[in-house]
């Protein structure tokens, strides 16, 4: 099973800050990475796949980027409704799908 | 606009059974495969379950197997997940979501409490 490590846990930022946030794959999992965000008492929305391809009506602040083991997202000029908790999920060898713990973005 | 709308949760004993269903449209439901993904109160996203479109190709997490079963009904663009056995710790919201590998579409969610 490949273990997927967030960190860090919480992130207190500013809006119109730049966050990184940052993903650790016990193994090579390529680019079959995805990011998700995940508002309270919603379902999570997928941002990014292949490690750095938007979803659709993603808004361009976000970005994700890595290879193999190491993954970031970025968020640019951080907006109010960016405060969440942000998954990231591997997809390169499964079963099992596993998902990081994730980070949260809260308002400092 | 696709839609995923879970049913079926609800409060069960430990050791007891659940069928969770999910109602889908918006898209050809026969395209896409489909899964079963869960989130314990306060906790992260686990995988459930996994089912192809039309092959039948079925996986579980390590977690559940054995004891619960997906299924779907293409005639009734429908997903299922039969829960038998429950434990405290399938406590969670169980969220129906569409596609492979990563997940463009979820439900909003089902709570099932085992207690």
């Known amino acids: 099973e490949i273990v997927m490590t967030q960190s860090p846990a919480t992130l207190s930022v500013s809006p119109g800050e730049t966050v990184t946030l940052s993903c650790r794959a016990s193994?090579?999992?390529?680019?079959?990475l995805a990011w998700y965000q995940q508002k309270p008492g919603q379902a999570p929305r997928l941002l990014i796949f292949?490690?750095?391809t938007r979803a659709t009506g993603i808004p361009a602040r976000f970005s994700g980027s890595g290879f193999g083991t190491e993954f970031t997202l970025t968020i640019s000029s951080l907006q109010s409704e960016d405060f969440a908790v942000y998954y990231c999920q591997q997809y390169n060898a499964w079963p099992p799908l596993t998902f990081g713990g994730g980070t949260k973005v809260d308002i400092k | 606009e696709v839609q995923l709308v879970e049913s079926g949760g609800g409060l069960v004993k430990p050791g007891g059974s659940l069928r969770l269903s999910c109602a889908a449209s918006g898209f050809i439901f026969t395209n896409y495969n489909m899964n079963w993904v869960r989130q314990a109160p306060g906790k992260g996203l686990e995988w459930v379950a996994s089912m192809t479109s039309t092959t039948g190709y079925i996986y579980y997490a390590d977690s559940v197997k054995g004891r619960f079963t997906i299924s779907r009904d293409n005639a009734k663009n429908s997903l299922f997940l039969q829960m038998n056995s429950l434990r405290a710790e399938d406590t969670a919201v169980y969220y129906c979501?569409?596609?492979?590998?990563?997940?463009?579409?979820w439900g909003q969610g089902t709570l099932v409490t085992v207690s």
């Open positions: 193994q090579s999992v390529t680019v079959n």
């Open positions: 979501v569409r596609d492979w590998n990563f997940f463009g579409y």
């Open positions: 292949s490690a750095s």
